[in-house]
């Protein structure tokens, strides 16, 4: 995918995700990829065989889905992609990717504008549609996608590379299935996913039993702009098993801050996998001691028509609160809050060689929370988005000369005051040098970030937080100064 992506979003930011599943839809493997879609592909999956039946997969056949409410939860911008993989005639399991397609139709280049109220004014929607028939790549699929979108954008040339990826998977798998035989692959595969539920049920064993309970807020849903969205929830620990209950949190909100059940299963199966086994390989098996509870046509588990483009939003902040509900069981492995909002700055407008319309993302890098023997660290990716990187700046400008990106680089003084500081966010000038748009949107300004210990929350209203004055009251370290970089380029 990284080799044959058109857009640096997918190239370069790595906003893909990659996985094979065997006939019942337990994931044998995931490759690399957002965090966010570890163990999630198979939701798609499991929507399109509930809408159109096992039998519909057909040797050959490729289906694409997007639903929000059904299997993908996110923005109708990352759209799955799954093949079936058969074998002597037998169905053996699946292929999936998940790829964010730049733009998907709808009023504003990009299809992630800030200001929704229905998920119609996003783009297409995609429920179980089969965009390759035994084989053949349906044209008149293709025809209602290109008519649609902004071609520019670079979408159908991406298509093409998700394409290549599930014939890539199809064969790998092939070749996996010639060595060894259909029966011994599943068996193996089954053995070792029980083998992953046993070392997760161990590592859940050493919490110390109990019910955690944490509440947050983000800071609006982009339209009514004085009123926070709470997000509360209750993990319970014990047995070797983990439920997270998030009963108590908000109604679905009227603009796009939503996101659908499937991606905030998608979050907590990485909370859990974070907590208990981080360097082992992610199977099936290492969630199967997790059940979650989601109340319906909550901000979490969003129905339709709620619209879902800034679905990264309350996703963050559910990881965010369950590190902070566990920190009273896990002290010394838990950090303080970190910054919200990774959603793109987006740029758009008429390239000045071709003519033709130009979209350009960025994602928003800031400042993790402090851990408890370190700072934390700066000018970092979060949480669902962690294995993602930032566009270089030479990247930006060789493609696009319109823009000059004149500083990059880490923000002083923004971390948190404490015996040990949060890191660092980031500023980035832009300079357009023909007429433009932008659009972006942030967080943790009215909800600001939280301290743990005796650290500090950094206030609301401070641009920059205060220079500790006082040691830290649990510990003989004395407080950390203000880190002062200089203006070398992070790119």
Known sequence: MIKTAYNHIISESLDFGCAIFDPDVQMIAQGVGLPVFQGHLGFPIQATIADRGLEAFREGDVFIHNDPYTGNGNHLNDVAMTAPVFWEGQLTGFVSVKAHWTDVGGPVPSSMQVGSTDFRQEGLRFRSVRLVSRGELSEEVMRIIGGNIRTESGTLKDIQAMLAVCRAGDAYFREVLAKYGRATVLEATGVYMEQSERRTRAALAKIPAGVYRAVGHFDNDGITLDRPVRVEMAITVGDGAMRVDFAGSDHQVKGPFNCGDAITISACRMLIKCLTTPLDPVDEGCFRPLTVLIPPRSVLAAQE????????????????????????????????????????????????????LFIQGDLNAGGTGARPTFDGESAMIIFA???????????????????????????????????????????????????????????RKATPPWGSGAGRTVPSTAWRSPRPTAPCGTCAKPPSTPSRPGRSSVS
Do not use: W
Not at 339 to 346: A, E, L, R
Not at 385 to 407: C, K, Y
Not at 419 to 441: K, M, N, Q, V
């Open 305 to 356: 028509p709620a619209p879902t483009a800034r679905y990264y939003v309350p996703v963050n902040l559910l990881l965010d609160l369950g590190l902070r509900a566990l920190a009273p069981a896990m002290p010394d492995g838990v950090p303080a809050g970190s910054y919200g909002d990774q959603m793109p700055t987006i740029a758009f407008g008429t390239h000045p060689e071709t003519g033709k």
């Open 385 to 443: 988005g962690s294995t993602a990187r930032n566009n270089p700046v030479e990247v930006v400008e060789s493609r696009l000369p319109l823009i000059r990106i004149t500083r990059y680089g880490l923000r002083q003084d923004s971390g948190g005051a404490g015996c040990y500081r949060g890191g660092l966010g980031i500023e980035r000038d832009y300079h357009f040098l023909l007429p433009a748009f932008i659009t972006f949107s942030l967080e």
